[in-house]
């Protein structure tokens, strides 16, 4: 079922703090910030040769990673997203293995423009799992 | 400096369990389980198409991830590794630039049977970043 790892989501109190760092200390090609309201983040894409790494900062007052950071001030690594290729197909055949899907079961529309779903990090040795549809 | 994403490391408590998981139900392609004792962890590779997870398991009494299991009993994402192509050079431009490297900053031969250096997790928004020359 899984496929590419599309993106490593690290979550960071300061986005251009975090920034610098990839692009300055680590030497990394990094994107401009963009602001994504509909998902509570601010992001910044770090482009590696086989994937990226995904720097999330809170937008918003309801924003889906001010909890992680009221537990980890400094930041960490918030989720890893695979991408599938039939969201629905995955997610019948993880409800039929028991794995919980997080919201109601119907994948939204994720940052990239494409389905995706969450899975529950209890049933993933405490990894919150994004599936993608590619 | 950064290259590819050599692996995403996830510590697990409980070994066969994670690899029951990711195999049965994500579906993904595993290796058999190895024993790892001079690096204090058991390992199981996790193939995806660009990269791969590895899940840890503690091995030994003074295994580097029992602490973080210990506050993690779930477990959880432990690191990222990035490869480069010189880990002297690169290891050395961190440095300059007020990374802290962890231990004596003489790369260790990792799991891979390659030099490898790990950094200090407060210079990179809480995530533990290991670097492995290729």
Do not use: W
Request: one cysteine or more.
């Amino acid at each position: 079922m899984l496929g590419r790892v599309n993106h490593i989501a690290i979550a960071v109190p300061d986005l251009a703090a975090a920034t610098a760092v990839y692009r300055d200390t680590l030497g990394a090609k990094v994107s401009q910030a963009q602001a994504l309201p509909e998902h509570g983040v601010t992001v910044v894409f770090v482009e590696l040769p086989n994937t990226k790494v995904e720097l999330l900062e809170p937008l918003g007052e309801a924003s889906p990673i001010a909890a992680f950071l009221a537990k980890n001030a400094s930041g960490g690594m918030h989720h890893i997203c695979y991408e599938v290729a039939d969201i629905i197909a995955a997610r019948d055949q993880l409800a039929a293995g028991g794995a919980r899907v997080l919201g109601d079961g119907t994948p939204k529309i994720g940052a990239h423009g494409k389905p995706v779903l969450f899975l529950h990090p209890k049933d993933f040795q405490g990894t919150l799992v994004e599936l993608e549809q590619v």
